[in-house]
Structure formats: C-alpha cells, structure tokens
C-alpha cells in the first residue's frame, strides 16, 4: 500500500496509480505532462468547467462531475466512480481534480482506493487526510462519507446498477 507520488508539487500533481493521476484545475503549463503520462480521461469535480476552454484536445475525454465540497455525499462519489469504472473498462489513463487538487479529489481518491484497490476505509482516509495532498480539515463532512455502508452500497451499485438502496 503506498500513497500517492508527486509528480509536479506545483500543480498538487501525483500518480495514484498506474491508471489514475490528481490534481489541482489543470493549467495550460499542466498540459504536456497530461500527454507525457498518456492520460486520456479529466474527470472535473468543480462546479465550473473551465477545462472545455484550457483543455480542448482531441485526445482528451473531458468529464464533468460538478459537486459542492460542503454538500458532498456519497451519490456523488458513486458518480466519481461510475466514470472511474468505465475508464477502467476502455484501459484508459484517469486524471481527477478540483480547484486545489485536495478535497473533493482526496475523498474520490480515497473511495478509489476502498472500492477498486480494495483499501480499508481507515486507510485510504489517512491517505486522504495527511498524504500531504493540502486536505482542509474544515470539511468534517468529507470524512463521515466514509463508513461501511456507503461504501457497500457504492460497490452494490456499480455491480448492479439498478440496485436501490437507501444510504444516508
């Protein structure tokens, strides 16, 4: 088990995995690493979509998944891991960002790591919290995502989607 590695500090870039990559919005000095690493999906967790205007390239699959930091919930996250798992499918390269590349992406990551990696949930939330990522521990929210049932009721749903189940 081994935590993200920093690619470029100034961007808060670091490849999670060998298909998965995070960071901070992406910036026009982001771009060449973004081909460099061969990543081909953005999954976008800001509200804004600035990458349709920075990222415009035909090699990139832009994804948008607009979720409010302080209204995050585990609908959002199944979202996050939705598209992660169709990625994962076409054996495609993934790079997740918000605005800092911390909060939002450090709760997706830390989902990524429970559901596809198989991480205890303590662990992939210690990763979230203090993988030196910048997460703000003004969102208690974030962390009380992360229980068991949520996170089985994530797994239910990407097996089958059509499964309902009520998780608060």
């Not at 081909?35 to 953005?42: D, H, L, R, T």
């Not at 607009?66 to 076409?90: C, F, G, K, S, Y």
């Not at 919290?129 to 990407?158: A, C, D, M």
Request: aromatic residues 10%.
């Amino acid at each position: 088990m081994h935590w993200g590695q920093e690619l470029h500090e100034e961007h808060n870039f670091y490849q999670i995995s060998d298909e998965l990559y995070r960071s901070e919005q992406p910036s026009d000095e982001l771009t060449p690493l973004l081909k460099q690493y061969a990543i081909n999906v953005v999954i976008n967790l800001r509200s804004r979509d600035k990458d349709t205007d920075i990222l415009s390239n035909e090699y990139l699959k832009l994804k948008h998944v607009p979720i409010h930091t302080w209204a995050m919930n585990h609908e959002d996250l199944l979202n996050v891991m939705q598209l992660i798992q169709q990625a994962r499918q076409n054996n495609e390269k993934i790079l997740l960002h918000c605005y800092h590349g911390s909060d939002r992406t450090g709760a997706s990551v830390a989902m990524y790591r429970i559901i596809f990696q198989n991480w205890r949930i303590e662990d992939a939330v210690r990763e979230m919290k203090h993988g030196g990522y910048g997460f703000h521990s003004i969102w208690r929210n974030i962390e009380k995502l992360f229980t068991p049932e949520n996170v089985k009721w994530i797994r239910e749903q990407l097996a089958n989607p059509s499964t309902e189940t009520s998780v608060k």
